[in-house]
């Protein structure tokens, strides 16, 4: 029975030390890394001045053309979306920035399943879990899951599903996006819309909204200061409302936040032209509708140019 | 308990301290101890289905003491086992049951039908009634004796390493360990027991998991996929049962071995089977021995007329599907199992006879029909599984496979080859060539260190819950 303790600490001493090494060296890399998604991270985090910032998830990379945003509003304008991402990822990082500077504008592109509905298997962002030092994150992480806080002792477990992307950034980034923007260029592929029977079903599903991510809008809109925030929806294919937004709309009115609702539009529903699937803008439906949102914000006065 | 879980990261620890804590003279005060702590676990679950595993126990406890003592020993056997299985058949198919009767009747026009239960099925509720079925029939068929201590027997059916997804143990195996004075502390049992562990839960967060993110994505929107990206979900999901159940299996077994104990061995490499037949050896072989013993032999086995033994051989997989599940889609799902093997034993193609590639192109063939029947195991109705089944071999859309993006396929490949390579080495080659098994120290611990480190950084670390304990 000594022995077999004996040898238990000793495996453990060593993955201790394992964990340590690997875990400094993928943290000095995420830190130095030259581009690609953790470039872009860092970027957001740690170094970003820039005036309009637009959150959201994918729906927000591929729909908001931020140069042309730019351009058009004498601004400059950083697109912060993240594929599969939702308010706690953003609550996270807006209360990293925030501590450094506020932007004029925040834009933030609502997607229900991330940022509002209940049973979101992605809740604890992993893109978070790297940043657990700061004090914000380290907070966001234990109202998820209080037993975070023993999990995050390992180095190696902070980089969980992320290391992969860690050392392609820090050698040879892949992705280029131009201020946080990644257009698609592809026509609409049938096959990914969904059919009438399942936009029936998703139509015909309980509301079930998720209490603490409501509490993260609260809480940013509360703390917002000199920072306007705008909340959107993007036109999708189908032309649905999705019902958890009545939840954000009401919670927008009460902190005085307009709501752009373009998820309805007739000028997108069904047009095959502007879409790659039944939720995504293709680089000709972000532009048009890029320029549809920056006439929407000058008209309600959302933004000064300088 | 889910083992791959914090919360067991952190009570296991302390229930193998306290239980090593109790001197080896204390045989029946360790039994207490573990009687006590298997029903705490499941209290914690659902306290009050904890009554359905008392009532299974008390009904086939007293009802193997009858057996002993009284003459009319089928009739005793027969109260036993409908009082056993009363809970699965209520909480399990009640809603299929009323489902299809109605369903029927309003095929001749009436209209009957009651309300359905929404409630929770109470966890490894299939594999504990099972497993106390089976020690009732034992005693019944007088292989083993009655036991006449009730906390060792329910300690036995209540055992909390198995008690969720399995194995389902045969009594002759579980209880003379329970009642045997055991050493303080068997090191080598101790030690297989955590490298069964850290596979276990490197087959479940690595392979299993990572796996279940595509498979997630594909099947239940197939509409919106093209055939190949159907094929390939439904091939992940073949890998993924495997991985889930097996790295279940070997947890429940790793436990097992750390405090003492030695478990039914539930799986070798099945999908190295040569044949259905063949993958039935491989694959739940605890549940495959129970179908044998207590529902193939009873009916005549194979000492009978051919179409009688065909006839056993569907009907035990029959009842295999029904096990699995009530939807039809399990039914369809054993059915086809039992017809596999029907025509491999008409064809006598049981076993291989050829060689090398023949070999290898029964495995393929084995593979690809049991990766076929995993379809119907996973979709939620017949319509569904067909309609996948009609995808994959429609001509008409396009050549294209869902990519699941360069990141997620790079941890999905991380896994997968570990997998393969390992089952590989093993099949070929022998256990003996695993690192984990290797005669030179340095070796072994770096496999451990190697494989742990790949659970932290590779693992999909959600703690989602085991596909079989479900059923």
Request: proline share 4%; aromatic share 16%.
């Amino acid at each position: 029975m000594k022995r077999y303790i004996i040898k238990i600490l000793i495996f453990f001493l060593l993955l201790v030390l394992i964990d340590r090494g690997v875990g400094y060296m993928l943290s000095y890399m995420s830190d130095h890394a030259r581009g690609g998604y953790i470039g872009h991270h860092n970027y957001i985090v740690n170094d970003s001045r820039d005036d309009v910032l637009v959150f959201g998830s994918s729906r927000a990379i591929h729909h908001y053309n931020t140069p042309m945003m730019q351009d058009s509003l004498g601004l400059t304008c950083y697109n912060c979306g993240q594929d599969g991402e939702g308010i706690v990822l953003f609550y996270a990082w807006w209360q990293l920035i925030s501590q450094r500077y506020h932007p004029q504008l925040v834009i933030y592109e609502v997607t229900p399943g991330y940022d509002l509905m209940a049973g979101d298997s992605n809740r604890l962002s992993g893109w978070l879990k790297g940043l657990y030092d700061r004090e914000p994150v380290q907070r966001i992480c234990d109202d998820i899951d209080p037993t975070e806080r023993y999990k995050m002792m390992s180095l190696l477990y902070r980089y969980n599903s992320k290391f992969h992307q860690i050392l392609i950034d820090y050698f040879h980034p892949v992705h280029t996006m131009d201020r946080g923007f990644l257009p698609v260029d592809s026509e609409l592929d049938p096959l990914a819309v969904k059919t009438d029977d399942q936009q029936a079903a998703a139509a015909a599903r309980q509301v079930m909204l998720d209490s603490l991510k409501l509490s993260y809008f609260d809480a940013m809109l509360d703390g917002a200061g000199d920072t306007r925030f705008v909340f959107v929806c993007s036109p999708s294919w189908y032309g649905t409302q999705d019902p958890e937004l009545a939840a954000l709309k009401s919670l927008a009115t009460r902190h005085g936040v307009p709501v752009l609702d373009y998820s309805a539009s007739p000028a997108y529903v069904h047009q095959d032209r502007y879409f790659y699937d039944g939720y995504h803008l293709n680089a000709r439906g972000a532009d048009r509708f890029t320029r549809t949102l920056i006439a929407d914000l000058r008209r309600l006065h959302l933004v000064a140019p300088k | 308990m889910i083992y791959n879980s914090f919360s067991f990261l952190v009570c296991f620890p302390l229930l193998f301290v306290l239980y090593y804590a109790i001197p080896a003279r204390y045989g029946r005060l360790r039994n207490l101890y573990l009687l006590l702590v298997s029903y705490l676990l499941y209290l914690h679950w659902k306290p009050v289905y904890a009554l359905v595993l008392l009532g299974v126990t008390v009904v086939t406890y007293l009802s193997a003491l009858a057996l002993g003592r009284c003459h009319r020993r089928r009739r005793v056997l027969a109260i036993g086992v409908l009082l056993s299985l009363l809970p699965l058949v209520f909480f399990k198919y009640f809603d299929f049951l009323n489902e299809s009767i109605a369903g029927g009747l309003s095929l001749l026009g009436i209209e009957v039908g009651l309300p359905g239960l929404n409630w929770a099925i109470p966890v490894g509720i299939s594999f504990f009634t099972f497993q106390a079925l089976g020690y009732l029939c034992d005693v019944y068929y007088r292989r083993i004796d009655a036991e006449r201590d009730f906390g060792t027997y329910a300690l036995f059916v209540s055992f909390f390493p198995s008690i969720m997804s399995g194995p389902i143990n045969k009594a002759s195996l579980v209880i003379p360990q329970l009642k045997a004075l055991r050493p303080y502390f068997d090191y080598d049992k101790a030690v297989v027991g955590l490298r069964l562990l850290l596979w276990g839960m490197f087959l479940k967060v690595v392979v299993a998991d990572r796996v279940a993110l595509y498979v997630d994505t594909v099947l239940p929107s197939y509409m919106n996929y093209t055939g190949l990206s159907c094929l390939a979900a439904s091939l992940m999901f073949t890998v993924q049962i495997y991985a889930d159940f097996a790295g279940y299996s070997l947890m429940a077994l790793g436990v097992g071995k750390v405090l003492g104990f030695d478990l039914t061995e539930n799986f070798r490499r099945p999908y190295f089977a040569v044949s259905v037949t063949d993958f039935w050896h491989r694959w739940h072989i605890s549940l495959s021995t129970w179908l044998k013993d207590y529902v193939y032999i009873p009916l005549g086995g194979s000492r009978c007329s051919r179409a009688r033994n065909y006839w056993n051989i569907f009907v035990t997989f029959l009842v295999s599907g029904v096990w699995h599940g009530a939807n039809w889609t399990f039914i369809v799902w054993g059915c086809i199992h039992g017809l596999c093997q029907i025509v491999e034993k008409m064809l006598g193609q049981q076993q291989c006879r050829y060689g090398w590639l023949g070999r290898g192109v029964k495995i393929m063939v084995t593979f690809m029909i049991v990766n076929f029947a995993w379809i119907f195991f996973r979709m939620p109705s017949l319509g569904d599984a067909c309609r996948v089944v009609g995808r994959i071999f429609d001509p008409s859309l396009p050549l294209s496979v869902f990519s699941p993006g360069g990141t997620a396929a790079f941890y999905m490949a991380i896994g997968l080859t570990v997998l393969v390579v390992k089952e590989a080495v093993e099949e070929f080659a022998g256990a003996r060539w695993l690192p984990f098994n290797s005669r030179s120290r340095a070796v072994r611990w770096l496999s451990y260190m190697a494989v742990t480190v790949m659970i932290l950084l590779c693992g999909v670390l959600g703690s989602d819950q085991f596909i079989y304990a479900n059923f």
